[in-house]
């Protein structure tokens, strides 16, 4: 294994990566979700956020 075997299923695609990689319970689909979520929660608040 190379330590990505959700990236490599998923031909790199990264919802794929996340998805495949965390039925695997690879360590790196964890990861990569837990970061994938850790960026998108603030950006999406950034964007979405209520002008008053």
């Known amino acids: ?13 990264t919802s794929g ?9 690879a360590v790196s689909g964890y990861l990569f979700a837990a970061g994938a979520f ?3 929660v603030p950006v999406a608040l950034m ?6």
């Open 1 to 13: 294994m190379d330590g990505l075997p959700g990236a490599r299923l998923a031909g790199g695609c």
């Open 17 to 25: 990566h996340m998805m495949s990689g965390m039925m695997q319970t």
């Open 38 to 40: 850790a960026a998108a």
């Open 47 to 52: 964007m979405y956020r209520k002008e008053s």
